[in-house]
T-cell receptor
Framework: AQSVAQPEDQVNVAEGNPLTVKCTYS??????LFWYVQYPNRGLQFLLK??????LVKGSYGFEAEFNKSQTSFHLKKPSALVSDSALYFC?????????????FGTGTLLAVQP | NAGVMQNPRHLVRRRGQEARLRCSPM?????VYWYRQLPEEGLKFMVY????????ESGMPKERFSAEFPKEGPSILRIQQVVRGDSAAYFC??????????????FGDGTRLSIL
């Protein structure tokens, strides 16, 4: 069965410092991986995806993620955090089997950036 | 350039009533997905539809819940005889046509359903 784990419920970082939000996955075959961000009372906004190719993927708002096949991880990173980055972050993997395109989400990580 | 539109944004129902949630996908998108977000939890897949077809309903509760995406008009998620446990945020997403797509799904702002 496919699954995604986000081991940290919350990550605290000071503005200007680098941030990392962790994600590990379990999937048969090659994974399609995604990061989304959710602001209060809003839907999810797409940040970036890994399908194939370079292990370092660059996305929106200065975020990037590193795909590591041996560690089955896809951690989200940003070199310098902003207060406005404070939000809920979700890692997701595309489901396998049949014709499904469903996304399987982690439980989310709340990022709090202190000024 | 309208995104995924969901209405209503907030819906209040009493136990036993019916709830109808609507979703209009982005222009050019023919795949629609419904997800449910319970308080303090991540999103859980419910159903995946294309025009007039249900492709994957593996996440739908067996009773009281149904979904459709007619040839004309929005996709509808229908919950009959609602119970308190149905209180949640329901999100719709859409993606372009094309098999097992690697394209990201685009999400609406959700409908927050409250059951009294």
């Amino acid at each position: 069965a496919q699954s995604v784990a986000q081991p940290e419920d919350q990550v605290n970082v000071a503005e200007g410092n680098p941030l990392t939000v962790k994600c590990t996955y379990s999937v048969s075959g090659n994974p399609y991986l995604f990061w989304y961000v959710q602001y209060p009372n809003r839907g999810l906004q797409f940040l970036l995806k890994y399908i194939t190719g370079d292990n370092l993927v660059k996305g929106s708002y200065g975020f990037e993620a590193e795909f590591n096949k041996s560690q089955t991880s896809f951690h989200l990173k940003k070199p310098s955090a902003l207060v406005s980055d404070s939000a809920l972050y979700f890692c997701a993997v595309r489901g396998y089997g049949g014709a499904t395109n469903k996304l399987i989400f982690g439980t989310g990580t709340l990022l709090a950036v202190q000024p | 350039n309208a995104g995924v539109m969901q209405n209503p944004r907030h819906l209040v129902r009493r136990r036993g009533q019916e709830a109808r949630l609507r979703c209009s996908p982005m222009k050019g998108h023919s795949h629609v997905y419904w997800y449910r977000q319970l308080p303090e939890e991540g999103l859980k897949f419910m159903v995946y539809l294309q025009k007039e077809n249900i492709i994957d309903e593996s996440g739908m509760p067996k009773e009281r819940f149904s979904a459709e995406f007619p040839k004309e008009g929005p996709s509808i998620l229908r919950i009959q005889q609602v119970v308190r446990g149905d209180s949640a945020a329901y999100f719709c997403a859409s993606s372009p046509p094309g098999g097992r797509s690697n394209q990201p799904q685009h999400f609406g702002d959700g409908t927050r359903l409250s059951i009294l």
